[in-house]
């Protein structure tokens, strides 16, 4: 951990820095020439292991969308023509939480609807911390609507069902898109030359409507009913959803082959960097393994004999704090190993934990100084928004996810009423 925390330190990518830390103790514990050969087999088995092959597939699904007119056109319905004060401020949340549930980047969805509707947005009158605020939180709700990279993550890293965590997420993603509307409209009563009066442009036509929903709802609906029904497995999901974006995205998305290639060449450049990562996690959670680390650790927080909730705040307490320094994924693969066996000790439903930690991830994306989500809405409004601005917009939504982690506390039904129910 300390050499971790060292190579992290001095700039290391955190991929490497990982192996760094994980090879000399891999050495102590095998040998030179046995642990070459074992380093090669641990990462040629992520590589190769089918269930990450719908990382990839996700990757390519969202790039495919941000890159054709699909995300943008979902957020012209959402927004043109409804005769309510703040709707493009409510279409941009509704259309973040479309995109969710075909994507599940968080960046891709701030990048995808962000790019289309902070010009509008700022055309229309809507202040800077309000606008920013709202599609940097949006862009969160792909993390937790699923397909959710992060609850994939999560699944892999903890054995724990992909199917049963998507599941999971749906209601308090829903929750969290009322919570995120009704800081919407509490801001503009607070503040109402914030937010211009109702547009008034032209309603979307039957035609423009399908455009705009049907391809989002073909994509969610092939996801959801085939893993949940048990059609398929989250991979032959992936493929299958993957394939029908690349036929809608060129019949109704406006695709040409140069967006088509651009997109392969971003899911190999993300896959390159996630890749690194994930072999690079297996190291390092094999070496924390032998030394029995994660034993260890759940045996001295058992010593201090700390009520279950006491433990759960401290977790939930220490990923707020260390989201403000290291992105999710890089998270999930360093923490988690170490993490799970103490909250499976503490007696926590697993399920209901990984919601938890989700939304720990979300938050993660809002805090700065490495909060990636401020800084793709910064990039975007092209030095026209401070980042201040922005980290003010965020900090509403940043206390409604707080909120929502008490909620399921104090409810877990929320996250686990679903999965039981469809069983």
């Known amino acids: 951990m300390a050499l971790l925390v060292l190579f992290i330190g001095i700039g290391l990518p955190i991929p490497f820095a990982l192996a760094a830390a994980s090879m000399p103790f891999l050495f102590h514990i095998q040998g030179w020439s046995t642990a070459l050969v074992s380093s090669q087999l641990k990462l040629w088995g992520v590589w190769i292991d089918y269930v990450l092959l719908s990382v990839p597939l996700f990757v390519f699904l969202g790039e495919l969308i941000g890159r054709s ?18 709707s493009a401020a409510y279409g941009s949340i509704a259309a973040c939480a479309g995109f969710g549930a075909v994507c599940g980047s968080s960046m891709v969805g701030s990048l995808t609807i962000g790019g289309v509707a902070l010009p509008e947005m700022k055309k229309l009158g809507y202040d800077n911390r309000l606008s920013s605020g709202v ?45 995120f509307c009704l800081i919407v409209y509490v801001w503009g009563k607070l503040y109402p030359s914030h937010i211009p009066d109702a547009d008034a442009t032209a309603r979307t036509s039957f035609r423009e409507m399908l455009i705009s929903l049907g391809p989002i709802f073909l994509v969610g ?63 390092f959670g094999f070496v924390m393994t032998y030394y029995r680390v994660p034993q260890q650790f759940t045996e001295l927080f058992q010593t201090f004999q700390l009520s279950p909730y006491a433990v759960l705040s401290i977790v939930i307490v220490f990923y707020l704090v260390l989201g403000m320094f290291l ?16 909250m499976h ?42 980042i201040s601005e922005v980290i003010y917009g965020c900090l509403p939504f940043i206390g409604s996810m707080l909120v929502l982690i008490a909620l399921l506390i104090l409810l877990p039904e929320i996250a686990t009423g679903l999965p039981k129910a469809m069983k």
């Open 69 to 86: 007119n699909i995300g943008p056109n979902l957020y012209q319905f959402m927004h043109r023509g409804v005769r309510i004060r703040g």
């Open 135 to 179: 599609l940097a939180a949006g862009g969160t709700l792909s993390v937790l609507i699923p397909p959710s990279l992060i609850l994939l993550f999560y699944g892999i890293v903890t054995d724990t069902s992909i199917g049963d965590l998507f599941i999971a997420g749906i209601v308090p993603g829903l929750v969290l898109v009322l919570f």
């Open 221 to 283: 609906l092939v996801i959801t009913v085939s893993i949940y029904t048990g059609i398929a497995t989250p991979t032959e999901a992936a493929a299958v959803a993957a394939l029908l974006t690349v036929v809608l995205a060129f019949a109704v998305g406006g695709l040409d082959m140069t967006g088509l290639k651009a997109s392969l060449m971003s899911t190999m450049r993300t896959m390159g960097y996630l890749g690194l990562l994930l072999s690079a996690g297996v190291l």
């Open 327 to 342: 992105e999710p994924v890089s998270m999930t693969f360093i923490t988690l190993p170490t993490i799970y066996p103490l």
């Open 345 to 386: 000790a503490a007696g926590f439903d697993m399920i209901w934990f990984g919601i938890i930690f989700t939304i720990t991830m979300e938050i993660a994306v809002l805090t700065p100084p490495v909060g990636l989500n401020l800084y793709v809405i910064q990039g975007i409004s092209r030095g026209s928004i401070s």
